[in-house]
């Protein structure tokens, strides 16, 4: 057989021709089974397992997806900085905010973040300085997602609730501790300062206008001949500011002023009893020179000059001749100009200050009364706003006609409205009872007096019944 001839014509069954169409007849029946049949096509590739590590790092993030709630609350992670400056736009559609400061932390637990910010109010561009700011701090609430660790804001505090945002003043200290006391001096740093000293008077227990008139008075001179004014940094507060309705000694100076900008503002303060323990270690033996002076009527420019390390003003026992002040009266009046920028409001009462405006914000009128009932109530239906808030200032006043008009004018607002402020579970209570080594402070009538009156005096319009 010949093995190069084709297949299908091998075997001498058919003959050429039905070999031809035989083969055509195979190649058309291949061809209709072939299109009839469905084509699938199937490609597999291969994937490896992942890597071990890779599992375990799955199976750690399935097993302990949770946030760590007692790790503490980080206030300067910039998405909670976004979160609180979007959260305070959103809350107060009315403020146009200028910039904000950095959040910090709130008071602990490690729950909440203070923030400050420069904003003016839509009540605001319409005055006279529609680009003036005012600034606020307030603190924010912040929870955390106990799976994932997102940041949201509960809830934004009230006006000024937020002190660790403030920036404070410079030589500011903590009102809710007392300020540490100086180290001991050397004999070499205590000769190398020169004293001022006021030595009895009649200025005790007098009322606090007297007070801080000889106060001021005694400050101007040590001012004047630049030396340092030795002062009882505790006072006699007199018995119309008491309840009892008795003086009252002991009372602290920094519980109604600022010390700490007192300082500041004359050549030098040292405490009375520090004071003296000091001379007595260093200058009663006569090691140094000391100056006295019996009459105030011998003006500073007379002794101006004194290389004594301490200079003693001596007061009598007479009064009115034994006042403080008297030293600023007569020729003295020349030269010593009391420094009335040297007081200001304690922290203390500030905050107290701070938290009853908020409560009328934007913007509130006052009044002051000192007259009758019916000039009060004149008065008051006469500038009444029925669409703003008023305070209303002044001690002694009518109390029946004063929630009468209250009664009648929602907005109308006055002192004891706020006393939540100062009770015995409020933060004042709790910093000024810290500040006085853990006695209670009572909110007395001077406090009350200087409260009523910086209030009085934020109002945007001021009204005054007079007698």
Not at 348 to 369: C, G, H, K, N, Y
Not at 423 to 444: A, I, Q, T
Request: charged share 25%; with cysteine.
């Amino acid at each position: 057989m010949d093995p190069s001839r084709p297949l299908l014509g091998r075997g001498g069954f058919l003959p050429s021709s039905a070999h031809a169409v035989a083969a055509i007849a195979l190649i058309a029946f291949l061809l209709l089974t072939l299109l009839r049949l469905p084509l699938s096509v199937s490609i597999s590739i291969y994937t490896p397992p992942p890597p071990l590590a890779d599992q375990h790092q799955d199976q750690e993030q399935d097993e302990s997806s949770s946030c760590d709630l007692s790790s503490p609350l980080d206030c300067a992670d910039p998405r909670l900085f976004h979160l609180m400056m979007r959260s305070a736009i959103d809350a107060f559609p009315a403020v146009h905010f200028a910039r904000f400061g950095r959040p910090v932390p709130g008071d602990l637990p490690s729950t909440s973040c203070d923030m400050a910010w420069r904003a003016r109010s839509n009540s605001s561009a319409s005055t006279a300085s529609p680009t003036a700011t005012t600034k606020d701090y307030r603190r924010f609430a912040i929870a955390r997602d106990p799976r994932t660790c997102t940041y949201s804001v509960v809830s934004i505090g009230d006006y000024h609730s937020g002190p660790n945002a403030r920036k404070p003043r410079p030589g500011a200290t903590n009102a809710t501790t007392a300020a540490p006391p100086p180290p001991p001096l050397s004999r070499s740093q205590f000769a190398a300062a020169a004293y001022l000293s006021y030595h009895g008077g009649g200025d005790r227990c007098k009322p606090m206008p007297h007070y801080m008139r000889s106060l001021l008075c005694a400050l101007a001179e040590a001012r004047f001949l630049n030396r340092t004014l030795v002062l009882d940094l505790t006072l006699c507060l007199a018995a119309s500011y008491t309840a009892a309705g008795m003086p009252e000694e002991g009372k602290r100076l920094a519980f109604y002023i600022d010390v700490d900008h007192l300082r500041s503002s004359v050549a030098g303060i040292v405490e009375e009893r520090r004071f003296w323990e000091d001379w007595d270690r260093w200058g009663a033996q006569g090691q140094l020179g000391l100056r006295l002076i019996e009459d105030t009527r011998v003006a500073p420019t007379k002794f101006s000059k004194a290389k004594d390390t301490l200079v003693v003003r001596k007061f009598g026992d007479v009064e009115p001749g034994n006042y403080w002040y008297r030293v600023c009266e007569g020729e003295a009046e020349r030269v010593l100009s009391p420094p009335r920028r040297a007081i200001r409001l304690a922290p203390s009462l500030t905050s107290i200050v701070d938290a009853i405006i908020s409560s009328m914000q934007p913007e509130f009128d006052s009044i002051r009364a000192d007259g009758n009932a019916e000039d009060l109530r004149r008065k008051i239906e006469e500038s009444v706003d029925v669409g703003r808030q008023v305070y209303l200032a002044g001690e002694g006043m009518n109390m029946f006609l004063v929630e009468a008009l209250k009664a009648k004018y929602s907005n109308l607002h006055y002192l004891d409205d706020f006393q939540g402020l100062w009770r015995k579970d409020s933060k004042w209570f709790v910093e000024m009872k810290r500040l006085n080594g853990g006695v209670p402070v009572e909110f007395d009538g001077y406090m009350r007096e200087l409260v009523d009156r910086e209030v009085f005096l934020k109002g945007k319009k001021m009204v005054e019944v007079h007698r």
